[in-house]
């Protein structure tokens, strides 16, 4: 599988492409710059483009067959979640990609109210009630597409080696998220490239309470 990753972080940009590439797909990875010593293999490659315009996502998404959104607001914009995340399904509609998993967070759509007193009632409504917002957004846009898609939401994002043991819940009656490390969530994200298991849901990724 053709794989294109799209992530706001060099450190998941890196870890997403380890995996995949593993996994034995090919990678793109969309770097903003790349320079002259953009790496490239027979199965990796690095292309130049912003997620903040869709027609510079073209060299990028032209030939693909899915694509691993992972972005994080940034601090002068409210909408940068929603109006990248329309570039890249727009960009993907235009070049026939079908398969998108897309990275939002616990809190967001129905999981408000899932992700422990801490998140939910101080940092949410607090001091990012204008970013959950803009996740809400984002995931409402891709939920109403004809997309192949998935929309993971981590809990709180840990460091550590991957386990392999957690939980994907999509039923959050009576459940409340822990963590997740970064690594198996990495794992879990490149899982759905293949896996229709949750095709065209919105589970949360977490360890057992």
């Known amino acids: 599988m053709k794989v294109l990753i799209i992530a706001s972080a060099r450190r ?30 027979k199965r990796f490659r690095k292309v130049e483009g912003d997620v903040r315009n869709a027609a510079l996502l073209t060299p990028a998404m032209t030939g693909q067959d899915a ?43 129905d999981s408000r109210g899932h992700c422990g007193f801490w998140r939910d009632r101080i940092v949410q409504p607090l001091f990012l009630r204008k970013v959950y917002e803009d996740r809400d957004r984002q995931e409402e846009l891709v939920s109403g ?9 981590p809990a709180k994002i840990t460091g550590g080696k991957a386990t392999g043991q957690y939980l994907m819940i999509t039923d959050l009656k009576n459940f409340k998220a ?19 298991f949750y095709l065209r849901q919105a589970p949360v990724i977490t360890y057992g309470q």
């Open 67 to 109: 694509v691993i959104c992972w972005l994080k607001p940034r601090r002068k914009t409210t909408t940068f979640l929603w109006e990248s995340t329309a570039n890249v399904v727009r960009a993907m509609q235009k070049h026939r990609v079908r398969r998108l998993i897309c990275v939002s967070v616990c809190g967001a759509g």
């Open 178 to 196: 822990s963590k997740i490390s970064r690594a198996d969530l990495v794992e879990f994200l490149s899982q759905q490239l293949t896996n229709d």
């Open 145 to 153: 597409t004809d997309l192949d898609w998935v929309i993971v939401r």
């Open 12 to 41: 998941e940009r890196r870890l997403l492409r380890e995996e995949a590439l593993a996994a034995g797909h090919q990678v793109t990875v969309l770097e903003r710059k790349v320079g002259w010593f953009g790496r490239r293999t």
